[in-house]
Structure formats: C-alpha cells, structure tokens
C-alpha cells in the first residue's frame, strides 16, 4: 500500500502563487508515472500536470504558470502554481502509479479568490 500526502494548499489572491507538496511513503525513484489533478464543485476531476518517463505534460489552461517537479530524495512531488487565477479553484489530488495500481492523496483545497 502506497500512501499520499498532500499539502500547501489554501486561500490565495489572483495573480499569486502556490507550491503544492505530494510526500510519497515509498520510494519515487521507479515510479515512472505521476502526476497532479484537480477537482472543481459540479466538474469532473481533470489532469493538471504529469511526469511520464521523464517528460511532463500540462493541460493548456495551466501551461506556463504550472510547473511539475519531483524530488526522488525526499520522496516527494511539487506542483508550483504562479500567476493563480479563480478559474484555478478546485481541490488539488497527487496520483502515482505503481505498477497496476493507481494511488491517490486526501487531496487539498486550493481557492483563488480576492
């Protein structure tokens, strides 16, 4: 079992920024396949960021104000946010996939708003 702890979230004005954490209780150094989602109220839960084989994605509403990372020593994903707009409010999910499995966090409310 694969645990995920998500973290950062919050309460943030336009224009500003976030750094999301995803704390892994396993090891990332194999993990080939991660990523970000997030969950606004009545839509469905969406890909943000992702790190396949190396090679991160974002979906277009994201790109150039999100950036994924990873940090294999410490067992941990990033999702920095900048330039936050109120569309950007949702809840925020750290998913990893470890082998057949999909493993996913608590998740952490982000709002956006003035």
């Known amino acids: 079992q694969v645990q995920l702890v998500e973290s950062g979230g919050g309460l943030v004005q336009p224009g500003g920024s976030l750094r999301l954490s995803c704390a892994v209780s396993k090891s990332i150094f194999d993990i080939n396949v991660m990523g970000w989602y997030r969950q606004a109220p009545g839509k469905e839960r969406e890909l943000v960021a992702g790190?396949?084989?190396?090679?991160?994605n974002y979906a277009d509403s994201v790109k150039g104000r999100f950036t994924i990372s990873r940090d294999n020593a410490k067992n941990t994903v990033y999702l920095q946010m900048n330039s936050l707009k109120p569309e950007d409010t949702a809840v925020y999910y750290c998913?990893?996939?470890?082998?057949?499995?999909?493993?996913w966090g608590q998740g952490t409310q982000v709002t956006v708003s003035s």
């Open positions: 790190i396949m084989s190396g090679r991160t």
């Open positions: 998913n990893v996939v470890v082998g057949r499995y999909n493993y």
